[in-house]
């Protein structure tokens, strides 16, 4: 039931955009991102619900395709304070439980 | 944002003793709070639902009787990691959501407490 995300590891220069996703094996009522730095509790990032529209972070942005079961996190333009590890959260329950199941994440390093 | 504050934030403690995690929402009231686990380099672990009022709801494969969770009020719940083994070491993180109920509810992380068990 975990989510699945791609890809395990980004590198990027700075002002690069990367795409990082996020699938399900079951029927999504919500998809969650984090971004956590090393040693620190996850950050929220943002919120996607089913039927909602594309959400947006500053220069991040993210959409959920409910018939796919998958979500996708845009990270445009990317900067230094971008790095971290990604991670998407779904609900375990079939609804709005807040029990979230999170993904083995998403390892992004911006380099100047 | 809502803030949600751990202590301690870093705890090493002797096999066999008992350790207490508090999780406090500061600014806002919780009628129920998570409990993850994390391990280095891996992904956060739901371990139990901290229920005001009432008991806390475990997930499979957590012994309920070895993390005994609390949540006496509205803003604090604990966690007592007992009779603690060097496999119990790791980022114990909990959090809270803002507005349960609502669609948008947001689900807020404390900033962890990192356990060692020598």
């Known amino acids: 039931q975990q989510p699945v995300q791609s890809p395990q590891a980004v590198i990027l220069r700075e002002g690069e955009d990367a795409v990082i996703n996020c699938s399900s094996s079951k029927a999504l009522y919500s998809v969650h991102w984090y971004r956590q730095k090393h040693g620190e509790a996850p950050v929220f990032l943002m919120i996607?619900?089913?039927?909602?529209e594309q959400m947006r972070h500053e220069k991040i942005s993210a959409s959920f395709n409910e018939k796919k079961q998958q979500s996708s996190l845009y990270l445009t333009a990317s900067q230094l304070s971008y790095s971290g590890t990604y991670f998407c959260?779904?609900?375990?329950?079939?609804?709005?439980?807040?029990?979230?199941?999170f993904g083995q994440g998403t390892t992004l390093q911006v380099k100047p | 944002g809502a803030v949600v504050s751990q202590h301690p934030s870093r705890v090493i403690c002797k096999s066999g003793t008992s350790v207490k995690i508090e999780c406090r929402s500061l600014?806002?009231?919780?009628?129920?709070m998570f409990w993850y686990r994390q391990f280095p380099k891996q992904s956060l672990m739901l371990m139990a639902t901290s229920n005001e009022g009432s008991k806390a709801t475990y997930e499979q494969g957590v012994e309920k009787d070895k993390f005994l969770i609390n949540h006496a009020s509205l803003t604090l719940s604990t966690l007592t990691v007992t009779s603690a083994h060097p496999e119990d070491s790791s980022f114990y993180i909990c959090s809270a959501r803002d507005s349960p109920g609502l669609s948008t509810d947001t689900q807020y992380f404390g900033p962890g407490t990192r356990l060692t068990v020598l």
């Open positions: 600014d806002f009231q919780a009628t129920t």
């Open positions: 959260g779904t609900d375990l329950g079939s609804g709005n439980t807040g029990k979230l199941i």
């Open positions: 996607l619900l089913k039927g909602g």
